[in-house]
């Protein structure tokens, strides 16, 4: 635990960091009772995570539904109150920030989300929703922002002349870039990115993530983009951190996790993905993970993937649980047993090597 | 003889703005314990295209046209009380969405149960041991418990393990899987994938898989055939598909995929939007957003014609053959050098 | 389930003492004189006002009051004695309570009926000349008064075509000997055929466009076209799959509507002259009445929790995600 | 209900005036013309009144008593003056000591009441005592124990709780003798009221009868009795089976019985009647009336108008600064009222025009219109007198007429002067502006559709009650113009005790004096009850008994 709990304190922000989140948990109470609502447990969504985003990085989050990574994404912007933990942006304490102290900063942080059909009002225009930030924050006349909201679709791929246009005319592509556009308005610095592109086609899937990509090099844009397609988050990060269950399972940069990945959730995630060759794809034996993910109500004991894990280790991982170990380069991994190499099959991750992975990473930021 | 014949099957909806074109000539074959996988994006036609076959269209303001021979029998002109008897039996189907293909007040016991009865006139004990043995062999733990639960005590990949079992109970010789994995997570898929394999070799049934995703189709059909506005643009063998690739289409597709195997910068984009059926282009209704286009595209259909190399190879594009291979050549290359 | 259904009872006795309590307020807020309907209304004098009040206690403070009135019924199930012409309440409300309920119960069947059958069949058959049909009836049910309708069928059936009463009640177990009344099950059925028709008018008109929607809706479910799928015919479907969905949502409006219906009650009683709980709450307003009208509130709102609950235990049984949640 | 409420019972002849006839009174109407037998069905908009005698007040309540009541002494079944004399019934005679304290009445044997049991002088004691009883709070107490009016000895030590019986009433043999504390003329009068019938000492002491399900549950000795009480729905009379012509007992009694259906809808009503379902609508609604008279005509056949004893006023009120010592705008207000109208929002035959206080039923009436509309005097006279301009004026919200007829006061007060924003109009349901108007210092200058009936026909009744200023009290006000002029209380205090001629005289003189002197309110109109019939009834069996303002229900036949 205590290597987990590891974090950041402000004295050591490294100036590069644009967000250091802490230690957040996001528990949401079940309660029961007649009159007296007592809490008899709470969902753990967000159990003590801590990670850093630097300017100018995209951190791909890629976890299964119930991971806890939309939660994670809403606590961060502050949609969601923490229950417990810190959370720096551009070196900022924001995590205890009332609504109006947190005002100014919302310019600086926006978000977009999944499903473009349902986050545009469908009786606004589109001018008015990518202008509306800016109306929110005063920033500019009317005529201004007029102005502003054309530069912005023109920038987003879409034709200026539609500002008086209803969602309902656009394709789920182009209320994407609607999406994107609203969230540019205000010159945010980082963008949360919550599964934008699954509601899409395969086609208009490429248009958008390349827009993304462009924009962050013309604006030099920091992204967290979560997603469940570990496909996309590949293509899209540069620094990729695996949830499960509101737990960090690894986390390190994109190629080192697709190549060479230490924790076995992240193995077995990988070897599932289909993959559009079929020579490639059907050589290999995916790593098939046995029954469901477990309720985060009642997470199992110390590690929360033993129930399912290839390795588990009788004795040891449902006894103690693994902190991040490092492996190096800001490698980390939450496994006792971590894979010594990739790819593996099903019948080799089995065998997991009885020598224990490095000590725990000391006291230090986390990966750089 | 093919287990099933589709030939120039068309399907068009009527609605109040005009008449929608779902699916417009499609024909293909599935053989028996063969796999057909059919992609495209939504709007393509390919899940019009099999509840044509199904006959699961609304009657109200549908027509089709085509045959849909299935042991000398045309489906599409089949009385539906004979239709019925097929459905179920014969030719089964699973859906996209496990959460809301069962019956939220009924146990899955009673579905499955329902799903036999409807075809064998057997007791209520012999079907639920039929239910229970479907349960088992998909993988329900606890099955005996578990079959007087309702939809909503299970998992999203337990419920479609149910439609599966419930698809399978009649050993159908055909199962439809209509985006049988999109709504899953990626350890589901793999799961779901995996037992469909491992049941399509015990039951040696046929499928039709259809899906949007390319990986999913690498790794499961034998054949594939690419949809595009209502139309088929390629069919062929999954291995050709994959390494000669003959419709910019498919090499858009194939481009705009972030892989897992292989690294790029950019992704390639198809440009545009998907073509409006309503008013569908003139041609070929790639050609807006097909950055080969010729004249004769935007006046012509092309027809679904062989490669000459491969005659199992169908395509339908002006291109000439040489300049396809060069630039699908070109295509898996760019991609190479980049993981390289 | 158990737990549920004691948080429920709770919440329905907190709601019941908040809403005997507002209605006691909102009575004494006004310039009312519930001692004046004994003394001859208008020209009531001085001194028996003051007699009276003295008997009723209404000079007492208005908790005390409510007090003596929550006393009286919690220990006694005693809900006092009218201030307008001294008749025990309970009596009143249980002579009053099985015409309401005749009406509520036997309206609620006919719009039930009614809802169902054109609801389904348009359903089915959208934009057929039935489902127009239905539409205009529809319109024609929200739009109208049920005092309007009740007019107009008295007038149409009573008094031109002479086929039906044209109001008063007749009781289901036979008229009070010596009466001369009308009286038993026929004649109770026969009287109270207007007053259902005028009663279901508006509620059929609303169901029959909800059981549409739903059914219309049910039938664009997946899980129907899994039943189709598997071989199923449309009747099994219908009957199986689409019915008991769409009917879930109809039973929890069932549930809500109770106290609307009831509501609605108070007109069709009126114009029909039907003794009920609606008849006697009107008169006690009018009389100042305030021991009638509250004991009309308390029984009602009684039978509406109730209602409701039995609702609920049914829906939970009707819906399994409910039940087993 | 509120038109019924209206329908006042007159039964008090005043004092001296008051003659007891001493020959046998004449049996009813030969009614062999008549049909015997049948219900008569009444339907009315009301709600449920008292059936028990000793609660029974007023309106439909007396109208139902008269009938099963038998009294002391009573009146006939008669129309007209005929029926306001009082005739000896069960008592066969009475005796007054030479100090008009004690009254000795002879009880007739033969008198029976509905269970079979006989009517004995203990009979009339018992309704004394239960008019009195502390729990029983019989609305009747307060004419037996009025310090300065009727005051039975013992009858408040009762009413107090202190007693069960009251003391100054005994009997002996047939004999029932009444000790009053002092001489009153009005006790003859008073003892008619239905309070004090012959009571059966069946009923409980000190708890009232509500439901009645057969003869035997509250027995009556009059011509008819209670055989049903289903409060709000349905109450019958039948025929006392003991009811046996007699020394006294000459009542017609043609109907088998009458059945009231209660709160029953005005349009549903007025079909049943007109499909002859239902024989009685006391209450046809004012838009269906004029209809009515022109296809049956007027008291022929199926549609009859008959007057009550009723005024029609806007009280001003003269303790509040507007009308304060304001003779010229009170007489501006009277010029204005346009009556016409505000008559004709009741419909046709609702009543007349009436320009002061007293009636033609009043005694001492006089046929004199006073204030003439004139608008350009009444201009004249409001003119600088508006105080400050602003006005607030009570009306009645409930139904169609009363806020109509608000509507016309407020254009009048519009014409003389007042701005419309100025005009505060506060709207009352049902009886509520009475109860809001009684209470003294209330901000109300002047109240709309507002009027007063007899409870006995004298003008006492009217000026002193209404316009009396030491009778003004915390709340209950009737004084509701809050007159208070010590010349003018002098005036009525000595008129009230002139007896005879004279002194209808003098108070039919101060009506008319008051009205142009002090103007303490605006007289508007007089009021009738209008009926609507079905072809089931004997038109020639309605006797209007100008006593209680009804059709005497012993004279009704079918046909």
Known sequence: ??????????????????????????????????????????????????????????????????????????????????????????????????????????????????????????????????????????????????????????????????????????????????????????????IVCDEPVSALDVSVQAQILNLLKDLQDDFGLTYIFIAHDLNVVRHISDRVLVMYLGKVVEIATRDVLYKEPKHPYTGALL?????????????????????????????????????????????????????????????????????????????????????????????????? | ??????????????????????????????????????????????????????????????????????????????????????????????????????????????????????????SNRVARARSLELLKAVGIPYAERRIDDYPHQFSGGMRQRVMIAMALINDPDLLIADEPTTALDVTTQAQILTLMKRLQEEFGSAIIIITHDLGVVAETADDVLVMYGARVVEHASVEELFNRPQHPYTWGLIGSLPRLDIDVERLIQIPGQPPSLLRPPRGCRFHPRCSYVMEVCKTTVPELLPTQREP??????????????????KLLESMMAEAG | ???????????????????????????????????????????????????????????????????????????????????????????????????????????????????????????????????????????????????????????VFGVKLGWTPIANYANFFGAPAGSGLPGGPWQWFYHMILPWFTFALLFAALYVRMVRANVMETLNE???????????????????????????????????DIGVALGGAVFTETVYQLPGLGQNLVVGIQANDFATVQGVVVFATVAILLFNLIVDVLYAWIDPRIRLA | MHRRLWLSVAMLVAGASLLVAASFASAGTASHALKQGGIWKYGTTGASVQVDPQIAYITTAWWLEYSTAAKLYNYPDKPGPAGSTLHPEVASKFTVSKNGKTYTFTIRKGFKFSNGKPVTPASFKYAIDRV???????????????????????????????????????????????????????????????????????????????TVHSANDLPSAGPYTYTRNDVNQLTSVRRNKFYKTGPGRHRPHNLQGLDVFWNQNEATLYNQVAANQVDEDPVPSPDKVQGLANQYKVNKSRFWAKSQNCTGYLPLNMSNSLFKGNLPLRQAVNYAIERAPYVGQAGPYAGDTWTHLFNPGVPGWRNVSLYKRNLATAKKLAKGHLKNGKITVYFRSSGTVNPAQAQIVRSDLQAIGFQSGNINMKGFSGGNIYTAMGVKGNDADMGVSMGWCSDFPDPYDWINVLLYGPSIQAD????????????????????????????????????????????????????????????????????????????????????
């Open chain 1, 271 to 368: 070897s599932a993905v289909p993959i559009a060759n079929p020579e490639l794809g059907r050589k290999r034996e995916p790593i098939v993970l046995e029954g469901d993910v477990p309720s985060p109500v009642n997470p199992p004991s110390a590690c929360n993937f033993h129930p399912r894990c290839p390795r588990f280790v009788e004795g040891h991982c449902d006894v103690e649980e693994p902190p991040l170990y490092s492996f190096g380069n800001g490698h980390v991994a939450a496994c006792h047993y971590a894979l010594e190499r990739w790819p593996m099959d099903a019948s080799e991750i089995r065998r997991a090597s009885a020598s224990r992975a490095p000590e725990p990473e000391p006291e230090q930021p986390l990966p750089a």
């Open chain 4, 476 to 559: 209950n006000n009737v004084n509701y113009s809050y007159m208070n002029i010590a010349k003018w209380n002098k005036k009525m205090a000595s008129a009230a005790k002139l007896v005879g001629p004279k002194r209808y005289k003098v108070y039919g003189q101060m009506d008319l004096d008051l009205m142009k002197q002090v103007a303490p309110l605006a007289a508007t109109r007089t009021y009738n009850n209008r009926y609507f019939f079905s072809n089931r009834i004997n038109p020639k069996s309605l006797v209007y008994q100008g006593i209680y303002q009804d059709f005497s229900i012993g004279a009704m036949a079918l046909k």
């Open chain 1, 1 to 190: 635990m205590e290597a987990s709990t590891t974090g950041t304190n402000n004295s050591v922000v490294d100036p590069n960091d644009l967000l250091v989140i802490d230690d957040v948990k996001k528990h949401f109470p079940i309660t029961r009772g007649i009159i007296f609502q007592k809490q008899i447990g709470s969902v753990k969504a967000v159990d003590g995570v801590s990670f850093s985003v630097k300017k100018g990085e995209t951190l791909g989050i890629v976890g299964e539904s119930g991971c806890g990574k939309s939660t994670l994404a809403r606590c961060i912007i502050k949609l969601l109150e923490t229950t417990g933990g810190q959370i720096n942006f551009d070196g900022r304490d924001i995590t205890k920030l009332s609504r109006s102290t947190m005002r100014p900063i919302r310019r600086e942080m926006t978000m977009i989300f999944q499903d473009p059909y349902a986050s545009l009002n469908p009786r606004k225009r589109v001018g008015a929703i990518v202008g509306e930030p800016l109306e929110v924050h005063n920033l500019g006349s009317a005529s201004e922002i007029k102005t502003r909201v054309q530069e912005l679709l023109e920038v987003v791929g879409l034709n200026p002349e539609h500002y008086n246009r209803f969602p309902h005319e656009f394709s789920g592509g182009q209320r994407q870039r609607i999406g994107v556009a609203r969230a540019l308005a205000v010159n945010p610095k980082l």
């Open chain 3, 222 to 256: 997946d899980f129907v076209r899994t039943a189709r799928a598997k071989g199923a015919p449309e009747r099994r479907i219908l009957v199986s799959h689409v019915l008991r969905n769409a009917l879930l949502p109809v039973v929890t409006m069932l549930g809500m």
């Open chain 2, 312 to 329: 199992d190879h169908l395509q339908a594009c002006h291109l000439d053959e040489e300049t396809k291979d060069r630039e699908a050549a």
């Open chain 2, 1 to 122: 003889m093919a287990l099933l014949e589709v030939k120039d099957l068309r399907t068009s909806f009527h609605t109040e703005d005009g008449i929608v074109g779902a699916v417009d000539g499609v024909s293909f074959s599935v053989e028996k314990g063969q796999t057909l996988g059919i992609v495209g994006e939504s709007g393509s036609g390919k899940s019009v295209t099999c509840l044509t076959i199904m006959g699961l269209n609304a009657k109200r303001n549908t027509t089709s046209s085509g045959e849909a021979i299935w042991k000398g029998k045309n489906l599409l002109t089949t009385k539906p009380r004979e239709l019925r008897e097929i459905r179920g039996n014969d030719i089964s189907m699973i859906f996209q969405d496990p959460m809301t293909s069962l019956n939220p007040v009924h146990t899955i016991g009673k579905q499955l149960i329902e799903a036999v009865q409807l075809h064998r006139d057997v």
């Open chain 4, 132 to 210: 009195a009883n502390k729990g029983l709070a019989s609305p009747g107490a307060q004419f037996i124990t009025d310090p300065n009016g009727t005051n039975i000895v013992g009858a408040a030590k009762v009413n107090s709780g202190a007693a069960q019986h009251v003391s100054g009433v005994s009997v002996k043999g047939q004999k029932l003798t009444v000790h009053l504390t002092k001489p009153d003329g009005t006790f003859m009068a008073k003892i008619t009221m239905p309070f004090f019938q012959a009571t059966s000492t069946a009923l409980p002491l000190s708890q009232e009868v509500v």
């Open chain 3, 1 to 155: 389930m158990f737990r549920y259904l004691i948080r429920r009872i709770l919440w329905a006795i907190l709601l019941f003492i908040i809403i005997t309590f507002v209605t006691f307020v909102i009575f004494f807020m006004g310039p009312n004189d519930p001692a004046r309907a004994q003394c001859g209304g208008d020209q009531a004098r001085p001194a028996c006002l003051k007699l009276v009040t003295e008997h009723y206690g209404l000079n007492k403070p208005l908790y005390v009051q409510y007090w003596r009135f929550f006393d009286r019924l919690v220990v006694h199930q005693n809900l006092g004695y009218s201030y307008a012409n001294g008749s025990s309440v309970n009596q009143t409300i249980a002579k009053a309570a099985p015409v309401t309920a005749s009406l509520v119960f036997g309206g609620a069947v006919i719009w039930m009926m009614i809802a169902l059958s054109l609801g389904v069949y348009s359903a089915l058959r959208p934009r057929s000349l039935l489902d127009r049909t239905a539409m205009v009836f529809v319109l024609i049910g929200i739009s109208a008064h049920p005092v309007w309708i009740g007019l107009i069928f008295e007038y």
